[in-house]
Every structure is written in structure tokens, then in C-alpha cells.
């Protein structure tokens, strides 16, 4: 049974090259558009975003609301219309409201452009929020939200957010479901008046960008549609709850939803890079520490993840996992375990060269064909910032040191600072 | 067009090589063709757990993922009931790392006794985070054994039941390996930026030397024609009813896979689709439902599933989902929904295959089916299907009489 075989291969550096901004042009009445020309296939994506997030609301529910009606009636198109034409071009479409934006991608073969781009202007700018169709989906989205709520899951979730940024912000605020019953066309069709608007749209298209999308554009959002002013005064703030501790009781639950971490910086900040790898080598891939440990050693888990966001406001750390209750305690002791580890013993070389390749090889698949370009450019773009920002975490990723990730797990990671969040 | 070179070496490994310049990046795919159908009755999960396994390293490479990782590669797996699959992507200029991983492995795995009893704790909170700890997390597991009375389809690829994992010893583990784990039984394919001659020429350097060897039979009891509807209702603590539906069906390879999945895009296909039109938008009687055609190599379903809006009858609602079918069964469905479905299909092919990790997979699988041209000529068979077939087949298949049905209740509600 015994073969040859040849001996090790080498390994190469992996380089991910240079970033590329994407060029940009400006619609007749100024709205931005990103064009990344990328890919094989004639197809485009285009990514409607508007700065009509949670973070604009007054209401729970009203900017995941508003979103999810752009497609239940316009102007000159019934819902069932509107999907029945968008099936028939064969096009896909995710609309999204996440706590900073919101808005639509859609997906769609390059013949069929005339007809999508007709249809995105009708979605974005002409919804009529039908009383009916408001009804039928609040009902649905309710379901929806009690169904989720049985999920430990979720409800570490929630109560996490809540618990860092409090419940006087979107960012927090948690759902009750009293909130579905509030939302009505008036309130809808005012939130979007105020914030579907050209001077908070960019668009982002990648793929083979065809000849006529620039022109069409601005047929359909680059005319007759403009601004009224409206001033905003948000009485929206952040505030992170005293208690840090706390744990839903979910009786019957097979297993206890563990979520820990804290608000933290966001992408601007110049420590964000190292922050990035710290998270990687903590619970950010599958050889992490984290991992290694509660699942890879001690069998206590499926999963066990850490991640580092940000927001435009601010950002977040997070570590998750699902343990049996019975292993509850000793799954979170280790997390602990974990994060002093790394606050007080440098990081060995090997594995810091494991963490540098795995990441660069994770920034060539972020830049990969063009709806991975399109999603990485936008990721940025958001914050203010430009690809140069992949520039320098390639660099930090090729020079941090094991001292600065003592001193970044020291500073991001204070333990007093942590929230603890479980339910189960 | 998607070209590709397929090359078989002289131990039986079938290699397929699809060059793409336009990415940095390497697919590699291997599938064993092995899944939870291979297994005894007695000792379900066994293909599931050894997925586990194959990251555990091996007597000469200990660590997999070290070394994956310093190549910047990325890796992963699935196992359903008839394969198991592996993947990598990474940067072109590495590739060869993962061949020298993948053919190690494929070689002979080192079946610790402390890797086994660890990875046997971590499927046991899989099952738990998977199945018994989500809402209606558990139906698919009472649907089989009521739609599958002898196929080994009737148990989940997750296993029958979870002791049946604890008492998987060393002794079964390397028998399965040896019986399923062989160059024989498995597809290599590798996408991305890498010429075909050398993808075969790599793939005879590390896979060449690995012996065949003999593979366990494929003989499985075939599944009795059912004559009458099987019902099975269930109580669990979920906020809203459930209706979970299954029709047998043919094989994968059968010409009536392609009409049925047209005929399930008819029904659910998007917003549009007549199930979601009637029932959800238009009679508010579910809050969300759906249909699809299984890929299974052997006789397969269509599965049906959709949550029940609040107070509704669950007899009501599965009589209304009997009348958009019955309409499909007496009335051909009209040229623009058959160009909508068609249309679709294509939209969702072209965009697959903007993927390098897409192709690598689908031309394992299609190779496996014994036709791996049809990456490129799936979509000349959908576009001659026309409504008579769908009607047609809506007759055949979607009948009372050759339906599993789980009634799938939030406790609490009784019956009216």
C-alpha cells in the first residue's frame, strides 16, 4: 500500500495585486454611478443604494418596511405585474434595508435591459404603498418575526444589539409585535419621499456593462426626479446598557445561543486593518483559536465564530456559538480563555503566517469576477472611503507584528467591556 | 460555451478540466460518490461523519488545513444521499498544494481514535443546531420514512438516529473508506485559470500511483410504487401550522426531471408563481410556499412546503394547493408562462456559471450522470419541453395517491 509520492510542492506568495477604483459618472441630476467592467458572461448587476437604512427611522420597522413595498405596486404596474414582467426577463432582485441602507440589486441578462432598467425606476421612485398589499404583508412579516423569535439564535441577537447600543437607537431597538400594526401608507409613503431620493442614491453596476445603461439611466432616474429638502433631526442615540449580563430563558430549547463582544471602531479608524486580522486569528476562519479549541478539542460545538462590523456610526465585535446547555459555561469560559491568550502571549510566527496567507488568499477572492468586485467596492464606498483601504489592509495584513496584536486584543478586547448575551 | 478536456487515468479517476483566464483562482472539486444510500440500515450517518474525518489529517500530513491555508486556499464539503464533495479555491499559482493534499488523502486517511470521538460530539450539536433546535428544524426527518418505506432515502443524511454515530467504531470507519474512498469512485474537476494539459498532467502526477480498488456494489432495494396517501400529523411548539407534501418521482436522468422541474417553477418560480400568486397573495391562506424536483440518482420527489397563515385549516389549505394543481392537469399553461419558466431557467444557468466553484461541481455531477455535455446542453432540453409535457406530467405525478403528506401542527391550536 505503500506509494511515492512526489515530494511537498512549494508555496508561492499569494499577491492580490493592486485594487482598482471603478470609474464614476454622473447621472443629469447628479446621482452618482460606479461602473466595475468585469466578468464573461453578458450579464449585469446593479445595485440601487439609498442611504435609507434603520438608522433614518423614527418608527421600528419603517425603513425594512417601506423597502420591502417598492415591489408591491407603482404608478403604472400592479405587484403582480411588476414580478410577473421581472420573472418573465428571467431577472433576480434582493431588495435590502440593513441598519445603514437600503434599497435593491438586481440581476439581470444584458438583452433585457431595456425593460429592468423601466421597471428599477418604477420600484425605486414610483411605489404607491397600497393600503391592501400593506395589510397582507405586515401580516406575512409578523409570522415571519414570531418564527424567529423561537430561534436562540435570533434572540441572543437582538438582545445582543440591544444590550450595545442600546434601545433608543435603530441599531438596537428591539421588535415588538405591536410594531407591525403602526405602519400605514401615510407614514410609508413620507419615508420615502424622504429618503428615496437622488442626493442619497449611488448606483453600482458591475458585469458587461452594455452600451445603452448610462443613457437609460438617466431616462429613468436621471430626469424628473429630484429632491425636496427635508431637515432632519434625529433624537436617535447610542447608549450602551449598564447591565452587560444578561440571559433570555428559552424553556425547552436544546441548545444555549452564547453572543459576546462589544461596540467598537469602524472601518475609518486606522487601527480597523489590525483589528481585522486580530478578529481572523481569534474566530474568524475555521483554524482560529476559537475553533480550534471549543469544537476541534473539545467537541463542544458546531460552530463557534467571531466577526469584527462596522457601522456608519459605529462598529461592533462579535463572538457566537451554540452549545448544549450543560456546556454552556464552560464554552464561554474558554471564549474568555481565548481572549486573554492573546492579550498576553504574542502570537506565534507560523501561525501569523498561516492568518497572512489565509487572508490574502480570502482578498483575491474578494476580488474575483465582478458581483464579488461590485460587493467589496461597496463595502468601502459606503464609509467614505475608496479601494485604497484594501491597499493598506494587504499592507498591515504583510507586516503586522505579534506585539500589535497583543496590543490591539488588549485595547478591543477589554473584558470589562464585553457584553454577554445567551438564550436558551 | 464552457469547454473542457476529460481524461481518464489508468486507476479509474476521471479528471475534467475547464480553463477560464478571466480569474486569478483555481476550482478544485472532488467527488467520491458515496452518500448516506451506501450506508446499513443500522449504522445511518456513517458518509456524514467520515466528511468530518477526511479534515483530520492524515499519518504523513497531519494537518490539512495548515497547509491549505498557507497556500491561501479555501476549502470545504457536503454530503447528501448519494455523494460526498469536496472543495478548494485558490490562487492559481498554488494549485499543486492541493494536489498534494487532496491525493494524500485520498490515499489513506489516519482514522485516530481521539479524531473520531471528537468529531462524533461535534455532529451531535450539528444535529441538535441543525434539526432539533430551529423551528420545524425536524420535518424533513419525518418526511422520509413516511414518502420511503425501503430505499435508503428513508433515513437523512444526518442519520436515523444519533446513537447510531456513537457506536460508529474505528473498524467501520476505515471499512467505508476502503469500500468508497478509491480513484474509481471519485471525479476530479478543476476550473479557473489552469491549462487542461496541465491539470491532467498534475492529476496523473499525484493521483496516478493510487491504487484501484474493489468499490462496495451499488444494489439498492427499489422503492415500492405507493398506491394510497400516507398522512402523518405531528404537534410541536412552532407559532403557525406547516404543510410539507412529497410525490415520487423518476431519476435525475429521467427526461421527465427536466419537465417536472419547469412544471415545480410553474407552480412556485418566484413572485409570480401560481402557488404564491393564489395561496399567498391572492387568498392569503399561507404566508409563504414552495415546490422542487429532488436530483436524486435514484427515484427521487417533488417536495412541496409552505407555513399556514393564522387560523387557517390545514385540510383547506392543502385542498386549495390539490386546485392550482388540478388546474395545471386539465388546462395547458400559456406560451408567455412556458417562455417565463424557460426564460428563467437560462437567466439562472448563465448566472451559475459565472462562478468557477458553480462549474467545478456541476461538471462532477454531470460527468457522474454519465453526461458532462450537459453543462452546456441543458438548456436545448428545457427549451423543447412544451405545456403538454407539463400537463402531462402533472397527471402523472402530482396525484393524491402517490403522496406523503405531514401535517405539521404549533401545539396548542386543536384541531376545529
Partial sequence: ?424 | MIDYSRYTLDNGLRVLVHEDRSTPLVAMNILYYAGSRDEEPGLTGLAHLFEHLMFGGTARIPDFDRHLLLAGGENNAFTNTDITDYYVTLPAENIETVFWLESDRMNLLDFSQRNLDIQKKVIIEEFNQRYLNQPYGDAMLLLRPLVYKIHPYRWPTIGMDISHIMNADQEKVREFFFSHYTPNNSILTLTGNITCGRGISLSEKWFGKIEKRAVKSKTFPSEPVQTEARVLTVEREVPADALYMAWHTGPRTSDDFYTLDLLTDILSGGESGRLYTKLVRQKKLFSEINAYVTSDIDPGLIILYGKLMKDVDIRHAEESVYEVIDTLKHSCSPRREMEKVRNRYESSNVFTNTNILNKAMNLAFFELIGNPGLINNEVDIYKKIDSMMVTEAARKYLDPSNCSTLYYKSAGKRQK
Wanted: net charge negative; charged share 25%; hydrophobic share 40%.
Fill in chain 1, 1 to 424: 500500500m505503500s506509494i511515492v509520492f512526489p515530494p511537498k510542492p512549494p508555496v508561492l506568495p499569494v499577491d492580490p495585486g493592486r485594487t482598482q477604483q471603478p470609474a464614476m459618472v454622473k447621472l443629469n441630476n447628479g446621482i452618482p454611478v460606479y461602473m466595475i467592467e468585469a466578468g464573461t458572461e453578458d450579464v449585469m448587476r446593479i445595485d440601487f443604494t439609498f442611504d435609507a437604512g434603520q438608522a433614518q427611522e423614527y418608527l421600528p420597522l419603517l425603513a425594512s418596511t417601506t423597502n420591502t413595498m417598492l415591489t408591491e405596486g407603482s404608478l403604472h404596474y400592479s405587484s403582480s405585474e411588476l414580478n410577473k414582467i421581472l420573472d418573465f426577463h428571467g431577472a433576480f432582485y434582493n431588495l435590502y434595508a440593513e441598519k445603514d441602507r437600503a434599497g435593491f440589486t438586481i440581476f439581470f441578462i444584458n438583452r433585457y435591459i431595456e425593460k429592468i432598467l423601466e421597471l428599477a425606476g418604477e420600484i425605486a421612485i414610483q411605489p404607491l404603498f397600497h393600503e391592501a398589499e400593506l395589510k397582507a404583508l405586515m401580516k406575512k412579516r409578523l409570522q415571519l418575526y414570531l418564527v424567529n423569535r423561537e430561534k436562540v439564535n435570533n434572540l441572543a441577537m437582538e438582545h445582543f444589539f440591544e444590550s450595545i447600543f442600546g434601545n433608543h437607537h435603530p441599531y438596537g431597538r428591539q421588535i415588538v409585535p405591536e410594531d407591525f400594526e403602526n405602519m400605514n401608507p401615510p407614514l410609508l409613503k413620507d419615508f420615502h419621499a424622504a429618503n428615496y431620493t437622488p442626493g442619497k442614491l449611488a448606483i453600482i453596476i458591475s458585469g458587461k456593462i452594455h452600451m445603452r445603461t448610462l443613457d437609460l439611466l438617466n431616462r429613468h432616474f436621471g430626469e424628473n426626479f429630484a429632491s425636496d429638502v427635508y431637515i432632519e433631526e434625529s433624537l436617535n442615540f447610542l447608549k450602551e446598557s449598564k447591565n452587560r449580563r444578561n440571559h433570555i430563558k428559552k424553556p425547552g430549547a436544546v441548545q444555549t445561543a452564547v453572543r459576546i463582544g462589544c461596540p467598537t471602531i469602524n472601518k475609518c479608524h486606522p487601527d480597523y486593518p489590525g483589528l481585522k486580522i486580530l478578529n481572523v486569528i481569534l474566530g474568524g476562519y475555521f483554524n482560529s483559536r476559537l475553533m480550534k479549541n471549543i469544537r476541534e478539542d473539545k467537541g463542544l460545538t458546531y460552530g463557534v465564530h467571531s466577526m469584527v462590523s462596522s457601522l456608519i456610526l459605529s462598529g461592533f465585535n462579535i463572538i457566537s456559538t451554540e452549545v448544549s446547555k450543560k456546556s454552556t459555561q464552560k464554552a464561554v469560559d474558554e471564549i474568555y480563555f481565548e481572549i486573554e491568550r492573546l492579550q498576553n502571549e504574542p502570537v506565534e510566527k507560523e501561525e501569523l503566517e498561516i492568518v497572512r496567507n489565509y487572508m490574502l488568499g480570502e482578498m483575491v477572492r474578494m476580488f474575483d469576477g465582478p458581483f464579488a468586485l461590485a460587493e467589496s467596492f461597496r463595502s468601502v464606498w459606503e464609509f467614505g472611503l475608496d479601494t485604497s483601504y484594501y491597499d493598506r489592509l494587504i499592507k498591515k495584513i504583510r507586516t503586522i507584528t505579534p506585539d500589535e496584536i497583543t496590543t490591539l486584543a488588549g485595547t478591543y478586547y477589554n473584558i470589562e467591556n464585553l457584553h454577554e448575551i445567551k438564550a436558551g
